[in-house]
């Protein structure tokens, strides 16, 4: 079976802290990966997503970065933290030519103060 | 034609009651639209989702109704209980590649 995994759980930074949050998948192949933030009355915000290794397309312009070292890696990245970049954070993945589904993993939530 | 509106923000109902969350999208490729539960604290989960080649699709006693041509689906859940009260998100996206994008939650409250 496919599993995802995302840490650290939570996570306390200062402002102009960097910051790297890594997700992995397990038990397939070539996923298709995402980050998405979701905040309080905004639903969930894609960020980044990725369709294979070093292929990473940002949806908004911010203060984040992504990459995909590796097929079932991803990481997202600040070298330096905003207060705005606060929020909790989803990692998912879908397989790739599959239903569409969305599957996430348990999230980080960061705060930056 | 990138955002999804979704409505009402919040619901609250009696347990037994019928719930309704509308959501509405503006472009014409979009053809999958899902539908995801957030439990507190929890990872947002697929619970229904319609193709648009279809107009209706249930599952117990939830469904989901779409009407391409006025660009708006909607997800119903009938005999509500208590164990329903979550965030509740709509969701849509195009063929090929699935970049879903989401509405903004409604937060459903149902009360015993």
């Known amino acids: 079976s496919q599993t995802i995994h995302q840490w650290p759980a939570t996570l306390v930074q200062p402002v102009g802290s960097p910051l790297s949050l890594e997700c992995t998948v397990e038990g397939t192949s070539n996923p298709n990966l995402y980050w998405y933030r979701q905040a309080a009355g905004r639903g969930l915000q894609l960020l980044f997503y990725?369709?294979?290794?070093?292929?990473i397309s940002s949806e908004v312009p911010q203060n984040l970065s992504a990459s995909r070292p590796q097929d079932r890696q991803f990481i997202l990245s600040s070298k330096k933290l905003l207060l705005s970049d606060s929020g909790f954070y989803l990692c998912?993945?879908?397989?790739?030519?599959?239903?569409?589904?969305?599957?996430f993993g348990e999230g980080s939530r960061l705060t930056v103060l | 034609g990138e955002n999804v509106e979704q409505h009402p923000s919040t619901l609250s109902v009696q347990e037994g009651d019928s719930a309704v969350i509308k959501c509405t999208y503006s472009?014409?490729?979009?053809?999958?639209f899902p539908w995801y539960k957030q439990e507190l604290g929890k990872r947002p989960q697929l619970i229904i989702d319609i193709r648009s080649n279809v107009g209706e699709k249930k599952d117990q006693r939830i469904a989901v109704t779409l009407n391409k041509t006025a660009k708006h689906f909607s997800l119903h859940i009938t005999e509500t209980q208590p164990e329903d009260s979550a965030v509740y998100f709509c969701a849509k996206g195009g063929t090929g590649f699935q970049k879903l994008v989401f509405g903004t939650g409604t937060r459903l409250l149902v009360s015993p």
């Open positions: 472009d014409s490729a979009s053809n999958y």
């Open positions: 998912a993945w879908s397989r790739l030519g599959g239903t569409g589904e969305l599957f």
């Open positions: 990725s369709v294979g290794i070093g292929q």
